[in-house]
């Protein structure tokens, strides 16, 4: 039985800043994230046509790694992650994996040695945990999948991630229908479920092999409402439906730390300034640095509590300044610096506060996310901790109590669609029993009719 | 913690989707559109509220009023949709109402099929796939959704395809149009792979691939490639072939935006 939070770690929401976390880690080559100050964490993808072998692959990593070292190393950065997203190929064939973090190590290992440059090596396995037609949580891809986590802890993996997909299937139906429990089951009661399982076992692994059990992200499902939503012009989908997606996905990945994950959280979870404020853990963030990878609404503001600063992804290939890892890397490393002054200089919450601002009314998403608002978030999610349905409807409802406050004090903006699409979602949760049993049978009963690809026996049911 | 005063913000951001807000409701502007026929009328205003119940009951009615079934489909469930696809276009509706729509559109084709024994004839076929290796597909969902309410036929292979078996599909079902999407620049490779196997088959028909990493160079470097930016331009080169451009240089002229 895992240990669910029910208080906040932080006392107040100001006492939220980038480079400190009450539960700072140790990891890799002298690291210790939340200690203190900031560092950049360096995410890439291989070129296409990179993974045609093993060969071919470890390369392409050698390269990309030596880099992003000399890079550091040239401008004088103190410290850096790299993180290692797999491609499929590498967590199908856990062995290609561990084969990819053994030459990854051993250059980190050399620059370490040579220069005493702080580095970690974050391994994110790729969630094979599916067939063509259906997500296939349990079974035979399941072994597969945590022998992919054991090849790269055993090779020189110090930080162990995945972008879970639990919940997907039916949270990708609901998202295109407005069907606002649909989100909330999909995302806040399989996505948390499946959590609870799979991040007991990564952390045993963990506990094993002397490595970090890191965190997850609600990528495969928060993000791709964000990503739906788009811009402020775009017509896919309410900006004020996918943040309360997003609050939901705070109750979700909230799970990994209570299964025994420490952090930090994954880059693009959005929702860890939530997180944070709830479990004290380290968090990478990303956000004007990640434009390599996406675009969204709050680059700055995002910066606002994180101890890792990503750039998402950007594939491996030539720029001007030469390659995409150096180029991006030492635009990470800038950013770290800058707040790393601040944190020595007093200024902390000075420059955290401009961050926040130049964002905060930019989008409802933004809004919510600003750190004395994802706090409030916290404290609803965390009033009714032990239960994942209840805790999940919390943020959600606290979520829309957050934008109608804002949209009140005439700072927040929003559209008429964005007003109406809010008051659907908040009657529609307001209408949702406070049975959690009865909204499993419910949403079980009406998604095993509605979508084809649901299977119940991926959750245990 | 520090705050901007009211009077500020606009000096720091501006939020163009406010300012820009069309004046008129979706309901009113849909109210516009509507055709007036009685019978047609209310099937048009179910498939825009995206209530398949009451697509089916106002087919019902019309049928039972006279109108034959096949030609409800053109007449009466395409011109509904036509005005959710106008409103989505126009900026005053979102994409999930056009999803509940064409639900609804559906449940209605499905509808007239079962009362008749004709074969409604659809405006092409599309053959839509997600790359193989890779299992994201809720872009390839939204380009199928939106072919369909167009009109078109959706062969729909799904995700992870296997190369051959898209080569075997396009054999099959000789598609006027061929879509993939991807979400990774790994597996978006396998995109170039089909194209060459087509072309070593001597098929030469427009291959729209977009979604996630994929970009406009890339789809550019095979021969049949053209890069949709958003799932609703998929239709729009559906349309544009219909009408005769199946060239795919003139295709890339209208549709590549960078």
């Known amino acids: 039985m895992v240990k669910k939070y029910t208080s906040m770690a932080y006392a107040n929401a100001d006492d939220l800043i980038f480079g400190q976390s009450k539960f700072p880690v140790k990891a890799g080559l002298g690291l210790e994230i939340g200690g203190g100050y900031t560092s950049p964490e360096v995410n890439y993808a291989p070129r296409p046509g990179a993974g045609a072998s093993k060969e071919k692959l470890i390369k392409e990593y050698e390269r990309i790694t030596t880099d992003i070292m000399a890079r550091m190393v040239q401008i004088g950065a103190p410290s850096v992650v790299l993180e290692t997203e797999h491609v499929q190929q590498m967590s199908n064939n856990p062995e290609w994996g561990g084969a990819v973090a053994h030459a990854q190590k051993t250059i980190m290992e050399e620059y370490h040695d040579e220069y005493g440059i702080k580095c970690a090596l974050r391994h994110t396995i790729g969630d094979i945990r599916e067939d063509r037609d259906y997500l296939q949580l349990r079974g035979d891809k399941y072994s597969t999948f945590i022998e992919a986590f054991e090849e790269v802890a055993k090779n020189g993996a110090d930080l162990l991630s995945v972008e879970s997909m639990g919940g997907k299937e039916v949270f990708d139906y609901s998202i295109l229908r407005n069907d606002t429990a649909g989100i909330l089951f999909g995302i806040g009661v399989l996505g948390s479920m499946d959590m609870e399982m799979v991040w007991k076992d990564i952390s045993d692994i963990a506990k094993k092999t002397g490595t970090v059990s890191a965190g997850d992200t609600d990528c495969a499902q928060a993000n791709t409402a964000m990503f739906i939503a788009g811009g402020l012009l775009d017509k896919n989908l309410a900006h004020t439906t996918a943040i309360v997606a997003r609050a939901i996905s705070a109750a979700r990945s909230l799970c990994a730390y209570e299964a025994g994950a420490v952090g930090p959280g994954k880059d693009c979870g959005y929702e860890n300034t939530i997180i944070k404020s709830i479990a004290g853990v380290p968090i990478t963030q990303e956000g004007k640095t990640s434009t390599c990878a996406h675009s969204d609404l709050m680059g700055n503001l995002v910066m606002q509590c994180c101890d890792l600063w990503s750039n998402e992804s950007v594939e491996y290939h030539g720029e001007f300044g030469g390659t995409t890892v150096q180029c991006w890397s030492e635009t990470l490393a800038y950013d770290c610096s800058m707040m790393n002054v601040a944190l020595k200089t007093g200024k902390a919450k000075d420059l955290r506060d401009i961050l926040v601002l130049s964002d905060k009314y930019r989008d409802p998403q933004g809004y919510v996310l600003a750190y004395d608002n994802a706090y409030k978030i916290g404290q609803a999610i965390a009033k009714d901790g032990e239960n994942n349905y209840l805790r999940s409807k919390n943020a959600a409802i606290e979520c829309c109590n957050i934008i109608e406050e804002g949209a009140n004090s005439g700072k927040l903006r929003l559209t008429r669609f964005e007003t109406n699409a809010l008051a659907k979602v908040k009657a529609d949760l307001e209408a949702l029993t406070d049975d959690a049993d009865k909204f499993m049978s419910d949403n079980l009963t009406k998604f095993k009719q509605e979508v084809a690809v649901f299977k119940p026996e991926n959750y245990g049911l | ?258």
């Open chain 2, 1 to 258: 913690m520090l705050d901007l005063k009211l009077e500020d913000i606009d000096g720091i951001l501006v939020r163009y989707n406010v300012a820009l807000e069309k004046e008129m409701t979706p309901d009113e502007a849909a109210e516009e559109l509507y055709p007036k026929d009685e019978l047609i009328y209310p099937v048009a205003k179910a498939i825009y509220e995206g209530e398949e119940d009451d697509v089916v009951d106002a087919l019902q009615a019309a049928i039972d009023a006279g109108k034959k079934p096949i030609d409800l489909i053109d007449d009466a469930l395409m011109v509904g949709m036509g005005v959710v696809t106008q409103l989505y276009d126009d900026g005053i509706i979102f994409l999930p109402n056009v999803m509940m729509s064409a639900d609804a559109m559906l449940a209605g084709i499905d509808f007239c099929k079962s009362q008749t024994t004709e074969v409604p004839e659809p405006k092409g076929r599309v053959v839509c796939h997600v790359a193989e290796g890779d299992v994201h597909d809720i872009g390839k969902n939204i380009v199928a959704a939106l072919l369909r309410a167009n009109g078109y036929e959706v062969i729909d292979l799904g995700r992870d395809v296997p190369v051959d078996e898209v080569i075997a599909a396009v054999e099959k079902e000789k598609p006027m149009m061929l879509t993939g999407t991807a979400l990774m620049t790994t597996t978006m490779y396998a995109f170039k792979e089909v194209n060459d196997k087509l072309l070593e088959k001597g098929i030469k028909i427009p291959f729209a691939c977009g979604g996630g990493a994929v970009n406009q160079d890339f789809v550019s470097q095979y021969e049949l490639g053209v890069y949709g930016e958003e799932a609703a331009d998929a239709p729009k080169i559906a349309d544009a072939i219909v009408a005769g451009t199946t060239d795919i240089t003139a295709l890339r002229e209208e549709f590549h935006k960078h």
